[in-house]
């Protein structure tokens, strides 16, 4: 095996390593906390479940992206990593952190409306600052790389075209 295969696989490992625990969370802990949370307080069980639904919500652009981080891996064991393939693959990461900074956003955005002067949250505030920051790190890396791969293959098309 190659230690350029194994570097790979040791990264698709740890892609679905990071799908578990998300997995894990929305299929076994919020539903019960959130129907736990709504049988405590009736008068707001709606914001259990509409945390629910924006838990989920967040969920569909992180496993899109670490879908895309597989393919993209795939294509570099293929020796495809300078295909429109892989540039797509990337475009879709970066709109997935986008979408994902979006909707922390609107998140914290709702939660200061709906909780301003009842709930003490800004341990809440601050995860979710923290995954703006990160997913903002994986977006600018995603639109550096993707547009690296871009010039690249266009190197490599002209190039084709030349010999």
């Given amino acids: 095996m190659k230690s350029k295969q194994g570097s790979t696989i040791f990264l698709k ?9 998300i997995l894990a969370l929305g299929l076994f802990w919020l539903p019960g906390m959130a129907s736990r949370d709504a049988a405590a307080h009736p008068e707001s069980a709606y914001l259990s479940y509409l945390f629910l639904v924006y838990a989920y919500a967040l969920c569909i652009p992180y496993y899109v992206a670490l879908f895309q981080g597989y393919r993209l891996l795939t294509n570099i064991d ?3 990593a300078f295909s ?8 879709k990461i970066n709109y997935c952190a986008l979408t994902i900074i979006l909707l922390l956003v609107l998140g914290i955005a709702a939660s200061i409306v709906m909780f301003s002067g009842k709930e003490d949250i800004t ?5 979710a600052l923290i995954s703006i920051f990160a997913s903002s790190i994986i977006a600018t890396f995603a639109a550096i790389l993707h547009r690296l791969l871009q010039k690249a293959i266009d190197l490599q098309c002209e190039n084709d075209l030349t010999v």
Avoid: D, N, T, Y
């Avoid at 490992?13 to 625990?21: C, D, E, S």
């Avoid at 341990?123 to 995860?127: A, D, K, N, Q, S």
């Fill in 123 to 127: 341990g809440i505030i601050m995860l």
């Fill in 84 to 91: 429109e393939s892989s540039v797509r693959a990337l475009r």
């Fill in 78 to 80: 293929q020796h495809k």
């Fill in 13 to 21: 490992v740890v892609i679905i390593l990071m799908g578990i625990p």
